[in-house]
């Protein structure tokens, strides 16, 4: 599998709010928490990583 060279780390976007985690758990964590309360949790997104490329807020 060729590596793209965009990222040096990877990263894991909660595909419920689209936020990027810096680890597989805390995605998963936000996915399941935003899955069940159609909200996001603050413990999570803390460690939410800033996303500049998306200026939707
Ligand atoms: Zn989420």
Same mark, same amino acid.
């Given at each position: 599998? $060729? #590596?793209?060279f965009?990222? &040096?780390?990877?990263?894991?976007? +909660? $595909?419920?709010?689209? =936020? =990027?985690? $810096?680890? &597989?758990? =805390?995605?998963? *964590?936000? *996915? #399941?928490? +935003?899955? #069940? !309360?159609?909200?996001?949790? =603050? &413990? %999570? %997104?803390? !460690?939410? %990583? #800033?996303d500049? !490329?998306d200026? !939707?807020r």
């Open positions: 599998m $060729p #590596k793209t965009a990222d &040096e780390k990877p990263e894991y976007r +909660c $595909p419920e709010c689209g =936020l =990027l985690y $810096p680890t &597989e758990e =805390l995605a998963e *964590r936000c *996915r #399941k928490w +935003c899955s #069940k !309360h159609k909200s996001c949790n =603050l &413990e %999570i %997104i803390q !460690h939410a %990583i #800033k500049e !490329h200026n !939707h």
